[in-house]
């Protein structure tokens, strides 16, 4: 499949979910930015008797469960908690169900977006015993984060509540690392001070789409081949990788959803500051 895209970027940040395989087209997860603001478990709500509720194939993976809840109205109605509770900047309100309007999530756009601490923690998503899942927007300029919290009860993945919250100061290395991207994908001079030279580069090979070429770039050819970085706002999927806090390396990961799209960007901080180390392109 041909490129639909020259390249994008994405961050979003965890702090606990879960592991797992990968399906078809899977949606991958990053790890969350601020700790999970809770709701009380919320039982599955009452049917209408003309409506037969039952888990469906895609319930075994989130992955395949929330682009079918994204995209399908009815699927979405019977699969949300009612009155739905919204928790806002600590003022608690309750969506009722005539006044719900269809979210489609990431599913319009051409990609999703992922963020880990280290490479191994990659493998875990797709996990099929997973029973809680957050969805999030991450507004960089607002310092805000909007999470989606879904529960699997008797089988079935439900929306049971929503937050949005003000991303606390005190989270020095993530916000750290928030203020670096923020500033390192508007910032072309800025950008080039904080790539790293030579730059690691992993592409499919030219002469053979199975076969993996590794090689290096400098600051120039990286401005030859990078790509387009999203900026505001990113989303987010935790299924529980872990994330440490004071991790000094960021893995952000941008799939695209269709297309064949993937990218990922190694960053790590030295000497007090962040810099990109590693590029990967291995779409098709």
Aim: net charge negative; aromatic share 14%; charged share 25%.
């Amino acid at each position: 499949m041909k490129k639909l895209l020259t390249g994008c970027l994405a961050l979003v940040l965890c702090t606990s979910c879960g592991n797992g395989k990968n399906g078809t087209d899977p949606f991958d997860a990053l790890t969350r930015m601020v700790d999970s603001v809770g709701f009380p478990s919320t039982s599955v709500p009452a049917i209408d008797s003309a409506v037969v509720l039952k888990p469906l194939e895609a319930d075994e993976l989130f992955d395949d469960f929330i682009f079918n809840y994204a995209l399908d109205r009815t699927l979405q109605m019977q699969r949300t908690v009612f009155p739905l509770p919204y928790d806002c900047n600590g003022t608690l309100k309750r969506i009722e169900k005539d006044a719900w309007q269809h979210d489609n999530l990431f599913a319009e756009q051409n990609f999703y977006t992922l963020m880990f601490d280290r490479e191994r923690d990659m493998d875990v998503v797709g996990d099929t015993a997973l029973t809680s899942v957050q969805v999030e927007w991450l507004y960089l300029q607002q310092r805000e984060v909007q999470r989606y919290y879904f529960q699997r009860k008797r089988g079935m993945w439900m929306l049971d509540s929503i937050s949005r919250h003000k991303i606390p100061e005190e989270e020095n290395m993530r916000s750290g690392f928030i203020s670096f991207y923020a500033r390192f994908v508007t910032d072309s001079l800025y950008q080039r001070q904080h790539i790293h030279s030579p730059l690691m580069f992993v592409t499919l090979d030219p002469d053979d789409e199975f076969s993996i070429l590794e090689t290096t770039l400098d600051v120039d050819q990286w401005y030859a081949f990078r790509p387009i970085m999203p900026i505001d706002p990113l989303s987010n999927i935790c299924y529980g990788q872990p994330n440490n806090p004071n991790s000094s390396t960021k893995i952000l990961k941008v799939n695209g959803i269709g297309n064949g799209y993937s990218n990922i960007f190694y960053f790590r901080k030295r000497h007090g500051e962040w810099e990109l180390y590693k590029y990967e392109d291995t779409s098709i």
